[in-house]
């Protein structure tokens, strides 16, 4: 199978490209720089490159790189500094998602491969699923309210997530979705034991749990690879948490 990943030069998205590389998955990324990623990396024959702005690319252009693909999975999001939390482009996730979307519509319709394209979100815990009836607390809905008013990568977050539920549901026969959901993101050297919920079992705000970012990789790897795995999870939003919680 050949699977693009976007935010692929970010710290999540790197473990995922390893994982699918290790998996022996061809593997194609869209990166502004190809200094951000490692040496072994980008001299793998399994991977294709593409230099570029996601957003600046024509529609011509995405389509090429959707075409032919089994998977498609998204680990971007905004640099945690004050351009990257209030600058443009402040729909970057939104925005990329839809138009993946629309060029995976485009050049599926085209195929004769008629099998549904994997879409993996890479979401956050902070974001409710709402569809799905989950609850928060009261104080917590009044902080999610003003991280939604007041950090624009928040709302990003929450509204690429809803494109994919309302904006896309149901109704498309050529995509397939699942929005990966972590807790606190921290770093380790290995992929450890973890637990997959289909809703937080804990609050994201007051009493977060911890995820390595290896983890999530992992996961979202197995939702490409691993049929069943997809099959359990599909248009659904996920929680992941190490183990133990």
């Not at 050949?2 to 473990?15: D, Q």
């Not at 990324?29 to 294709?48: F, G, T």
Request: proline share 4%.
């Amino acid at each position: 199978m050949t699977i693009l990943v976007v935010g692929a030069s970010g710290a999540t998205g790197r473990l995922l490209v390893e994982q699918l590389l290790a998996e022996g998955e061809t593997v194609k990324i869209i990166v502004r720089s190809v200094d951000l990623l490692p040496n072994a990396m980008k001299h793998n024959d399994r991977l294709i490159i593409t230099e570029a702005d996601l957003l600046d690319m024509t529609d011509a252009e995405l389509q090429a790189q959707v075409k032919g693909c089994g998977a498609v999975a998204s680990c971007l999001g905004h640099n945690l500094n004050v351009k990257g939390m209030f600058g443009h482009p402040r729909r970057l996730v939104t925005d990329a998602v839809q138009r993946l979307c629309n060029a995976i519509e485009a050049t599926a319709e085209a195929s004769i491969l008629k099998t549904p394209v994997k879409f993996i979100l890479m979401n956050t815990t902070g974001n409710k699923n709402i569809q799905a009836g989950e609850q928060t607390s009261v104080p917590q809905t009044l902080v999610v309210g003003l991280l939604r008013l007041l950090l624009p990568p928040h709302a990003d977050n929450e509204d690429a997530a809803r494109y994919l539920q309302s904006g896309l549901g149901s109704q498309s026969k050529m995509i397939e979705w699942v929005a990966v959901r972590p807790d606190s993101l921290i770093n380790a050297g290995s992929v450890t034991g973890y637990n997959v919920y289909a809703a937080p079992i804990r609050s994201a705000i007051f009493d977060a749990g911890k995820t390595s970012r290896i983890n999530v990789a992992h996961f979202m790897s197995q939702l490409i690879v691993n049929n069943s795995t997809w099959q359990q999870w599909k248009t659904q939003m996920p929680v992941v948490y190490n183990n133990p919680i």
